[in-house]
């Protein structure tokens, strides 16, 4: 056995945690090489990925409307036409003057939704999967707005996947000046004397500093935040939120607004700095005096550049990484020393890679045993095709399910994203939306692919036999007997009864691959 091979409990355990979830033969592979290697490969991905690229190229989603006044009625499946599209070629359907049936401006984030299930199915980049999607949450906006559904497919190129493994200074300024972060949180109407505050006070509530650095209970005047007289406030106040929103006055959208003297921005929605709109004069943030009358651009990156660098950002985005990549609750001298590797690695290229490579090979990470997690919606989708075997696609119902699972891709209205606690999945009615996305892709309901149990079982088996195995591929781990005796009398089979792959059995055994998945050993990780 090599040095740095793992047993396949292991290798389960940490396939379910850093992809969407293990295929059979990706267990015995990181099982062989190790966890080290693994990600190595998957810290460094490169443009790449073809089995992805085949199943987008292939991917239809339905699109209907009637026709209305300037357009004709529609009913097709379409193609995922808008993901490598530039924004200026999105943006005319924000156009509130011209004729656009309401489906089109919205289809784009229906896309970048569907696009998102192929590659956590698909993708052999399975780490950069795992952490765009923590990234888009992290990062949320809510692009059921048209502006911001338009604005997606760009966003999600070419700020989130671009940056998911590299550097943070780099990726705030990515998405600050993103045209979807700009429309969602306002900052493109910001103007000198009357400075919209949203952008400000998320950057350091959620997207940096985070809730816990907030003081302004303890202390209303920035000179009395503890370190505030040196440069190096314990956190920031309402003060540094005003501040800091001045800084950003003039970045915007070009989205055809006038600029004065009978000029105004060009329609292509594209990200744009207006000199005129700035507020110019001095300011302070986090105790940190800003000359008036800098260079265009300069005092929101240098809000940028002390956000990124301040301790609280180093716990706050690690405790979330911890808690995404591991646990509710991480171990709290795991989240620490992943802290510290963010702040000395704050310079580096592929600064976020490092720390989630060290959380990943950390002694933490091995010790702490599974079920730390629930899995999302969008994880229960795609572990349970990747692990029953299902060439899935995406389509419309399956997309429409998952929003009624509560997990509402890209469509998460409050700036927060999506929850990650245990506790906010597992109610009653969410529940029953979990069974009921697992039964449709085992059965086919959705038009997803079909789950082939001749590929799984080479022959006729016994219904207990059945249940065994599927437990065996879908999490890894020896059967559970009482699993597998609540299966058997809840579809009223025998054991003893036979089953036959590829003939009459195929009904039965695929139902008992849905309810295996609905257990709650395959919903934790």
């Known amino acids: 056995m090599r040095h740095n091979s793992l047993d396949p409990a292991a290798a389960n355990t940490a396939l379910t945690r850093l992809a969407f979830g293990p295929r059979p033969e990706d267990r015995a592979a990181l099982a062989r090489d190790g966890l080290a290697r693994w990600l190595d490969r998957q810290t460094a991905p490169d443009d790449a990925d073809p089995a992805a690229d085949e199943r987008l190229g292939l991917a239809r989603l339905a699109i209907r409307y009637p026709a209305g006044e300037g357009w004709e009625a529609v009913d097709e499946e379409r193609g995922l036409t808008t993901l490598d599209r530039p924004i200026d ?29 192929i590659r956590a199915v698909h993708g052999q980049w399975q780490l950069r999967e795992v952490l765009t999607d923590f990234w888009h949450n992290h990062f949320n906006v809510h692009a059921a707005e048209q502006a911001v559904a338009a604005a997606l497919p760009a966003y999600d190129r070419d700020a989130i ?5 590299g550097n943070f200074r780099e990726f705030l300024e990515a998405v600050a000046t993103s045209s979807a972060m700009q429309v969602y949180l306002n900052n493109r109407s910001s103007r000198a004397g009357n400075a919209n505050e949203n952008y400000a006070r998320e950057l350091m509530e959620l997207h940096s500093l985070g809730r816990g650095a907030y003081l302004n209970g303890l202390y209303d005047r920035w000179r009395d935040v503890p370190g505030a007289l040196k440069g190096e406030p314990a956190g920031y106040i309402d003060q540094d939120v005003y501040e800091a929103a001045r800084a950003f006055t003039g970045w915007t959208v070009e989205d055809g607004a006038g600029i004065g003297g009978g000029l105004k921005l060009p329609v292509t929605g594209r990200f744009a700095y207006v000199e005129g709109w700035h507020d110019n004069y001095q300011k302070r943030v986090l105790g940190t005096e800003f000359d008036p009358f800098q260079a265009p651009l300069a005092d929101g990156r240098r809000v940028l550049d002390l956000v990124a660098d301040h301790p609280a950002t180093a716990h706050h985005v690690c405790l979330k990484l911890c808690r995404r990549l591991l646990a509710d609750d991480p171990p709290p001298r795991l989240v620490e020393a992943a802290a510290a590797l963010w702040t000395e690695h704050r310079r580096t290229p592929d600064q976020i890679a490092r720390v989630v490579r ?6 933490d990470f091995a010790a702490t045993p599974p079920g730390g997690k629930v899995k999302r919606p969008l994880e229960l989708v795609a572990s349970f095709a990747r692990a029953a075997g299902i060439a899935l696609t995406a389509t419309t119902p399956l997309l429409n399910e998952l929003d009624a699972s509560g997990q509402r891709l890209f469509a998460y209205p409050a700036p ?45 088996v016994t219904a207990a036999d059945a249940a065994d195995g599927w437990q065996r591929r879908l999490t890894g781990g020896e059967p559970d007997s009482a699993t597998t005796a609540a299966i058997l009398g809840g579809m009223g089979l025998d054991p003893a009864a036979r089953l036959t792959p590829g003939g009459d059995g195929d009904a039965r055994l695929r139902r008992m691959a849905a309810f295996v998945a609905m257990a709650s050993r395959f919903n934790q990780r």
């Open 161 to 165: 996947r671009r940056h998911a493994l």
């Open 358 to 363: 060290a959380i990943a090979l950390a002694p």
């Open 416 to 460: 927060t994203g999506h929850p990650d606690r245990a506790e906010d999945w597992l109610g009653g009615a969410a529940m029953r939306r979990r069974w009921s996305l697992l039964l449709g892709l085992a059965e086919n309901g959705f038009g997803t692919g079909v789950l082939d149990p001749a590929a799984v079982f080479d022959g006729p």
């Open 89 to 117: 070629a999105l943006w005319p359907l924000t156009d509130r003057k011209t004729p656009v049936a309401g489906p089109e401006r919205v289809r784009p984030r229906q896309e970048v939704a569907a696009a998102t299930v």
